[in-house]
């Protein structure tokens, strides 16, 4: 595996830990500091998630900034990444967010794992979940391909803290992040009966967005071509 890869599996690795201590960490302060308010609980969590994407995305973008399997995955999809470098950085994703799940844990001084017993499992809730990954993807790809990749950390953190709100799951939206916050029994959490069906509707929200993106711009595979070269050739 070369060096190019490892550095794009460790910013993947060290991005995903801290946006999913960002997230339960949040989730947390936000029940011990507005106890009996859930709106003003997913506000603070919003807010605060949506902050830390745009820091995390400015600071790691330069070596990779995915977080998040189903991006990753449409980066292959598009060919901008092949099958090997997909599955490493897809790994490192995963044990980030379980990472990131227990140091949460720990910094509210509770057990490094506590599994969940929030049980998110309706129709409407994975309806969501395909909207919530859709429109992450439409978002991503769509400012990318406009010539907006500086933008791309503000437009995520922007839709990410909207989606909270107008998503009927909270838009999870990402598979390694729902696998980590069974790891945790707080606000954020989700029972692991509920994942399956969550990273399946996830999957399907962005297979919809491929679709969607090449439908908008015919010339998204060798744009994403171009880029995954010009991101090599800047790599020291």
């Given amino acids: 595996m070369s060096r190019i890869v490892w550095r794009k599996a460790f910013a993947e690795l060290l991005g995903s830990a801290l946006l999913t201590a960002t997230v339960v960490g949040s989730g947390i302060a936000a029940q011990r500091l507005s106890p009996h308010d859930t709106g003003l609980e997913l506000l603070e969590n919003a807010v ?65 794992v506590t599994v969940s017993t929030h049980h998110r499992a309706t129709t409407g809730l994975w309806l969501g979940e395909v909207v919530a990954t859709f429109g992450l993807l439409v978002v991503v790809f769509g400012v990318v391909r406009a010539g907006r990749s500086s933008m791309v950390a503000y437009a995520v953190g922007a839709y990410i803290t909207a989606a909270y709100w107008f998503t009927s799951s909270t838009s999870f939206a990402n598979p390694a992040i729902t696998v980590a916050r069974t790891l945790s029994d707080t606000f954020a959490g989700i029972a692991p009966a509920s994942v399956p069906a969550f990273v399946l509707f996830q999957l399907l929200g962005g297979a919809l967005a491929v679709g969607a993106v090449l439908v908008l711009y015919p010339d998204a595979r060798r744009v994403a071509g171009e880029l995954a070269h010009l991101d090599q050739e800047r790599s020291p």
Avoid: H, K, W
């Avoid at 900034?65 to 292959?76: C, D, H, K, Q, Y």
């Fill in 48 to 112: 605060v998630t949506g902050a830390a994407l745009v820091a995390l995305i400015l600071a790691l973008g330069p070596v990779s900034a995915a977080f998040n399997p189903v991006v990753t995955l449409a980066e292959r999809a598009f060919g901008a990444i092949s099958t090997a470098t997909a599955s490493v950085l897809v790994a490192a994703q995963l044990a980030g967010c379980c990472a990131g799940a227990v140091l949460a844990n720990l910094m509210y001084d509770l057990p490094a």
